[in-house]
């Protein structure tokens, strides 16, 4: 019986946003329980984007008993079959095996199950997307290498290469049009606009069908980065695909956002800090536990002194609390810092 290894679900973007805001890991408190650092800044990170088809998630594995076949949900045969796939599978089970055979070269794997996931796509397996128009084919677009340790089963994620049987409708997702994209986490939204004339791109017209001859709808663009060693993913789909029920990415206001940065450039000042530790701590020696209160007193300080000026750029009081409160707290972590140093 061999075991079922499922692709792990894609987030979406707001998810990775989050995951980022706990990127800094700062140990476990004294009941076991993980804590993060929000202190720190955020990181920057570079993901890699490429083409989302719409068709069903299929898989192919290779272990100690052969190659097998599964679908986003289970494992298939020739006479149990998802669109096709497990038949498919079988009837090239030789260009599989040289794939397995390559990857395990490259990557110098004895006993690990390999993991080859991708998009089963083409004729009848979807409506409304351009990729339809194709032969059933099977498109690259993960791999893994697999350890299983008692309960625990370990995913080495590989770079996918030029991992390709073209000749066999076996082909490589990032040998169509890939994108690259720097997102600053302390401010992601200043990228949502690109993400999503990136995604209105694919949209209009799929890269990949158009790569065979092909014009029509795509799906959208799925987002992989690696950061500390952890993979994060993510995905972007169109309006115009309309079996999608995800939600997608609102258009943002850049220059309103900037507006609002330099707003708390010019508010959040190391004076204004020293006058919040002046009415917080008084005589008292500094104490991160006392962070809220500090946050609290600026954030009404600015608001009581600062009032005309936040109507004069179009702002108001909701537009400007995170990011005051973010500043406040990289601030006075600093200076908890610095006097550590200096102590």
Known sequence: MKCFYPYPSIEQFRNVCKEMAQAE???????????????KPKPVVVFKGTVKLHGTNAGV???SNGVFAQSRTQNITPESDNAGFASFVKEKQQAFTDLFAKIKEDYSVTDETIMIYGEWAGSNIQKGVAITNLPKSFFIFDICIITVNGEDIVREWIDIKDYASTEHNIYNIEHFPTWEMEIDFNNPALKQNDLIDITLSVESECPVAKAF??????????WKAIVKGQRHVFKVKGEKHSVSKVKTLANVDVEKINSIVEFVDYAVTENRLDQAIENVFGSDSLDIKKMGDLIRWIVNDVHKEESDTLAKNN??????NKYLSDRVRKMFAKRLDNMVMNS
Do not use: C, H, I, W
């Open 213 to 222: 001859g092909f014009s029509g709808v795509g799906e959208g663009v799925v």
């Open 25 to 39: 890991f700062a140990g476990l408190d004294s009941d076991g329980n993980p804590m993060y650092d929000r202190t």
């Open 315 to 320: 702002l108001n009081d909701k537009d400007v």
């Open 61 to 63: 594995g290779q272990d």
